[in-house]
């Protein structure tokens, strides 16, 4: 596993909360310019035959500043095949996440971790910090960000909210943070 790859998915799952499966299959076209903020789109990909854990699970995530300043969007014209993330070749079974997986897995055991800390945790952080923050982040925002059906399924909810705005969800990614010494700063 390249570590710059390595560096790369993990970086994207801290501030997105974004599944391995969603971040391994993204394409090209799914880094797109929406109302003026880059976002990744996670969408199902027929010819994979790969699509999104639920029907909620196809959203638009803004890029949080950092992916920005960590240079995400030059990913779109320096890879050379149709996938965004370079280094994550198929195995077997045709998951191009799974060496990652187990990349992550060796390297969580080699520092001690617990083995109950998965790539998965990083999902698990990313709604613990949103749920935390203290900025006016709504439930529903969070839900909508990580992919998950609404929580609180109120008549306003489920009647009449039809779309949560750009902006909104940007408001919530950026809530996500660390402490500086968190990631070393580099670019891609």
């Not at 994207?12 to 789109?41: H, N, W």
């Amino acid at each position: 596993m390249p570590e710059p790859t390595f560096r790369l998915v993990t970086l994207i799952a801290a501030y997105t909360g974004m599944r391995l499966g969603e971040i391994s299959t993204l394409r090209k076209e799914d880094l797109q310019t929406v109302e003026g903020v880059p976002c990744f789109l996670v969408r199902p990909h027929a010819e994979e035959c790969w699509s999104p854990k639920t029907e909620a699970g196809n959203r638009v995530i803004p890029l949080h500043s950092k992916l920005i300043e960590a240079g995400i969007m030059t990913l779109k014209d320096d890879t050379e095949a149709n996938y965004l993330i370079p280094g994550l070749d198929g195995s077997k079974q045709k998951d191009r996440g799974a060496t990652l997986s187990r990349a992550f897995s060796q390297l969580k055991t080699r520092l001690g971790l617990p083995a109950e800390i998965t790539f998965h945790s990083f999902r698990h952080t990313v709604s613990t910090l949103l749920r935390n923050a203290k900025s006016d982040i709504r439930e529903i925002w969070i839900d909508r960000l990580l992919g998950h059906e609404a929580t609180h399924k109120s008549q306003g909810t489920t009647t009449y909210l039809t779309s949560i705005t750009i902006a909104n969800l940007r408001q919530t990614v950026e809530a996500i943070s660390y402490p500086e010494t968190a990631f070393k700063k580099r670019t891609f």
